[in-house]
């Protein structure tokens, strides 16, 4: 198992969400799920970053943003979509504002479903996305030889 | 006089859950005006009510916002209410202010956790988190959600509580109030978060009601726009506002401190003073011509909720005002001549709900 899957840091950007899926996320961090005993950090600068946790459907305003959180990470890297939002657009899929999922501006490797997505579904998604930054990284190292 | 640099804060920055973007202009490690642009979480959720009939428009109207989403039901359907003049039970009036004022503890706690994240004191984050999640595990027990519960509907509450459940409530209550009483303490009296709070951002009694601030931020400066004081059902509860007088952000931490005890205090008296009988009333047909406004005191201050109706079941209307979005001028206006180090605590101050700003 590579180091970066021992520890996988994570972004968290809130794209266009209503703040349910990311309270979720923060709960992750907090002492009921603290995900922190396995090793996953939230940080807030990409260039440190492994995965990319984004919440919320992409609009016209965010999209470069969003586009430039990715580009902005080192490879080898994992967008997580959480919440129902993320995934599809969710409940606001027909406002004159939204784009649609995150997966109309960047690739997303895995989607987590739910309004709000529980934090137990969302610690499940970063352990998906463990093993797709895993295949990632032995894809880079194999590309090398 | 030195040399003027602009330094963009956000979208995305460490200090910050949510994105929005200020440009501050500095002169050395002084902010001279701060320019704040918005838009970033922009979906125009307002224009649905065209399209989804009355009773669908409560679950995107939940969706305006994550954290206070009790507060934007309870403001919908109030105002959906008085437009097709639907008297709903008191029994629903009890169990709205109960989750309202839940939802209230657990926003304030959520901020104050921010707050000392903000701040770099990490473990008090983590406390007061882990006695958020109490409030959690109630919401979830009752209605089987933990952040967006569809509880409150047109026409009273989704489903009744039992009395097992409230007697239940009001013990977990006098849990958080013993958390919350040692951990304000920390905010009250740890020199650290004094010295960071104490004096910083100060907004006086005539700025607030020139800038037309309002919640907390108006109340640490001793203004009092409590729209609960005009709800009769807070009135029998014997509800009075928390001010104080400093107008700085150690005033308005305190004011959040103070109002998440004053809630609990609010949830035992409406448990123990609770009416029997029904818990919704049937509502049918269409939505009359005309329009109805309807103020609700949310965790971050007044929510104003504007429906029209044009006789159809879609409302040609729907309009919130929240919060956090009269409160940027307050912000703006404390940002001017602070230190850089500091922008970071006066944002967090007002409590900015950029979800709810932007809709």
């Known amino acids: 198992m590579a180091y970066?899957?021992?520890?996988?840091?994570?972004?968290?950007?809130?794209?266009?969400?209503?703040?349910?899926?990311?309270?979720?996320?923060?709960?992750?961090?907090?002492?009921?799920?603290?995900?922190?005993?396995?090793?996953?950090?939230?940080?807030?600068?990409?260039?440190?970053?492994?995965?990319?946790?984004?919440?919320?459907?992409?609009?016209?305003?965010?999209?470069?943003?969003?586009k430039q959180l990715y580009e902005q990470m080192p490879d080898p890297k994992v967008v997580v979509a959480v919440g129902i939002c993320a995934c599809s657009g969710g409940v606001f899929r027909d406002c004159y504002n939204i784009l649609g999922g995150v997966d109309t501006v960047i690739p997303v490797d895995?989607?987590?479903?739910?309004?709000?997505?529980?934090?137990?579904?969302?610690?499940?998604?970063?352990?998906?996305?463990?093993?797709?930054?895993?295949?990632?990284?032995?894809?880079?190292?194999?590309?090398?030889? | 006089m030195g040399k003027r640099t602009i330094v963009p804060f956000g979208p995305q920055h460490p200090a910050l859950p949510e994105p929005i973007h200020l440009d501050l202009e500095l002169e050395d490690e002084k902010v001279?005006?701060?320019?704040?642009?918005?838009?970033?979480?922009?979906?125009?959720?307002?224009?649905?009510?065209?399209?989804?009939?009355?009773?669908?428009?409560?679950?995107?109207?939940?969706?305006?916002?994550?954290?206070?989403s009790f507060g934007h039901s309870y403001g919908y359907t109030g105002a959906v209410e008085g437009l097709m003049d639907i008297e709903i039970p008191d029994r629903a009036k009890y169990l709205r202010v109960i989750f309202h004022e839940l939802s209230r503890v657990h926003s304030h706690l959520l901020w104050l956790g921010l707050l000392a994240d903000a701040m770099g004191f990490d473990s008090l984050f983590m406390h007061c988190w882990r006695i958020r999640e109490k409030v959690l595990d109630v919401f979830e027990e009752i209605t089987g959600a933990r952040v967006i519960m569809s509880f409150c509907k047109v026409g009273g509450v989704r489903k009744d509580?039992?009395?097992?459940?409230?007697?239940?409530?009001?013990?977990?209550?006098?849990?958080?109030?013993?958390?919350?009483?040692?951990?304000?303490?920390?905010?009250?009296?740890?020199?650290?978060v004094k010295n960071r709070l104490v004096g910083k951002g100060v907004l006086s009694k005539q700025e607030i009601i020139d800038l037309s601030a309002v919640g907390p931020v108006a109340r640490g400066s001793g203004f009092d726009n409590d729209v609960r004081t005009t709800e009769p059902t807070y009135k029998a509860l014997g509800f009075e506002p928390i001010l104080r007088d400093e107008g700085d952000c150690y005033a308005r931490c305190m004011?959040?401190?103070?109002?998440?005890?004053q809630s609990m205090n609010l949830i035992r008296t409406a448990i123990k003073d609770i009416p029997t009988g029904d818990f919704c009333v049937p509502v049918k047909g269409p939505v009359p011509v005309g329009d109805f406004a309807y103020r609700v005191e949310q965790p971050r201050g007044e929510g104003f909720y504007y429906v029209q109706g044009n006789g159809t079941k879609n409302l040609s209307r729907a309009r919130v005002r929240t919060p956090t979005n009269i409160n940027i001028p307050a912000l703006v206006k404390t940002l001017q001549g602070c230190d850089l180090q500091d922008v970071t605590m006066l944002v967090l101050t007002i409590d900015p709900c950029i979800s709810c700003t932007e809709r």
């Open chain 2, 32 to 68: 001279v005006r701060a320019i704040p642009s918005i838009g970033y979480v922009h979906r125009g959720l307002e224009k649905l009510a065209e399209t989804r009939d009355y009773e669908q428009m409560t679950y995107v109207m939940e969706r305006v916002c994550g954290i206070c």
């Open chain 1, 4 to 66: 970066t899957t021992k520890s996988p840091w994570i972004l968290h950007y809130d794209a266009s969400s209503c703040n349910g899926c990311d309270i979720e996320v923060l709960a992750c961090l907090t002492p009921l799920y603290d995900v922190e005993r396995f090793g996953i950090i939230n940080t807030g600068d990409p260039k440190q970053a492994d995965i990319l946790l984004i919440t919320g459907a992409v609009n016209d305003q965010n999209k470069n943003v969003v």
């Open chain 2, 255 to 261: 004011v959040r401190v103070d109002e998440i005890i």
């Open chain 2, 161 to 192: 509580v039992t009395p097992e459940m409230l007697n239940k409530v009001a013990g977990v209550c006098n849990e958080i109030e013993e958390e919350v009483r040692k951990t304000g303490m920390v905010f009250m009296k740890d020199t650290s």
């Open chain 1, 110 to 145: 895995v989607y987590v479903p739910g309004c709000a997505a529980r934090p137990e579904s969302i610690i499940d998604g970063v352990v998906k996305g463990l093993a797709v930054l895993e295949e990632k990284t032995n894809k880079m190292k194999e590309a090398k030889r």
